[in-house]
């Protein structure tokens, strides 16, 4: 069984179709990856996924059962989301950044030994739980959105851009992280991404969308010997 899975998924804002009958899976474990020219409707796709953006037609399930998606739900689910850009609070500790990522979570023991786990796994972040998140770099920001996303013990994690204006080195560092998580905590990742040379390296599957339709879709493997990826970016496509 999928633990995500959208069957014809389309995304209209006013007259404009941007995603057109998108089918979609991911299984537990695996990191996909969303690659594309720009407006391609990768993000979209992402959006309309975890329910920030309305999808016109199609059907969506999780862990099974068909439901029509938001952001609650979702993460009621085992679903967390990180969107791409500064997504932190610069006016709280790093600590306080972490337990915002837990807000629905009542009972406080479960919330501490989870925050306890996260810091296990992110040492940097335990080192300067009390330092303010303005005083982070842009890289150092980015793993904190990415812990704060683990604060629900998500069964899939959904990243938008998460290394847009980030240094080659910081890049590399971030999807390091990325696959760290995958194979400690089992999460799977869906991940929309700009940056194919780092990511083709620890993805699994991935799907190639142009004007909002899907070109190819399989394993990394399948997407990297096809000519398919380099017309698409070439703008040979669509």
Same mark, same amino acid.
């Given at each position: 069984?999928?633990?995500?899975?959208? #069957?014809?998924?389309?995304?209209?804002?006013?007259?404009?179709k941007?995603?057109?009958? %998108?089918? &979609?899976?991911?299984?537990d474990?695996e990191?996909?990856?969303?690659?594309?020219?720009?407006?391609?409707?990768?993000?979209t796709?992402?959006?309309?996924?975890?329910?920030l953006?309305?999808?016109?037609h199609?059907?969506?399930e999780?862990?099974?059962?068909?439901?029509?998606?938001?952001?609650?739900?979702?993460?009621?689910?085992?679903?967390?989301? !990180?969107? #791409?850009?500064n997504?932190? &609070?610069?006016?709280?500790s790093?600590?306080?950044?972490?337990?915002?990522?837990?807000?629905h979570?009542e009972?406080?023991?479960? %919330?501490?030994?989870?925050?306890?786990?996260?810091?296990?796994?992110?040492?940097m972040?335990?080192?300067?739980?009390? #330092?303010?998140?303005?005083?982070?770099?842009?890289?150092?920001?980015?793993?904190?959105?990415?812990?704060?996303?683990? *604060?629900?013990?998500?069964?899939?994690?959904?990243?938008?851009?998460?290394?847009?204006?980030?240094a080659?080195?910081?890049?590399?560092?971030? &999807?390091?992280?990325?696959?760290?998580?995958?194979? !400690?905590?089992?999460?799977? !990742?869906? !991940?929309?991404?700009?940056?194919?040379?780092?990511?083709l390296?620890?993805?699994?599957?991935?799907y190639?969308?142009?004007?909002?339709?899907? *070109?190819?879709?399989?394993?990394?493997?399948?997407?990297?010997?096809?000519?398919?990826?380099?017309?698409?970016?070439?703008?040979?496509?669509?």
């Open positions: 069984m999928n633990l995500l899975e959208a #069957q014809q998924l389309s995304v209209s804002y006013g007259q404009n941007v995603v057109h009958e %998108v089918n &979609f899976h991911v299984k474990g990191i996909v990856i969303l690659m594309g020219p720009n407006g391609a409707g990768k993000s796709v992402l959006r309309a996924l975890f329910g953006v309305p999808h016109t199609g059907e969506v999780l862990n099974g059962k068909r439901l029509h998606p938001r952001p609650h739900k979702m993460v009621e689910g085992g679903v967390s989301f !990180v969107p #791409q850009g997504t932190i &609070f610069s006016n709280m790093i600590e306080e950044n972490l337990l915002m990522g837990a807000f979570e009972e406080q023991l479960k %919330v501490e030994e989870r925050l306890e786990e996260v810091f296990q796994f992110f040492p972040l335990a080192r300067k739980r009390q #330092q303010s998140a303005f005083a982070m770099s842009g890289g150092e920001r980015q793993i904190l959105a990415l812990a704060r996303a683990l *604060m629900t013990s998500p069964r899939l994690l959904m990243l938008d851009e998460p290394s847009i204006g980030l080659p080195k910081i890049v590399q560092e971030v &999807f390091d992280k990325i696959k760290e998580i995958n194979q !400690v905590f089992g999460t799977a !990742v869906v !991940v929309v991404e700009h940056n194919l040379k780092t990511l390296q620890i993805a699994h599957r991935g190639i969308l142009v004007a909002g339709k899907i *070109m190819l879709e399989g394993p990394v493997e399948k997407l990297r010997d096809s000519d398919v990826l380099e017309k698409a970016f070439f703008g040979e496509l669509g």
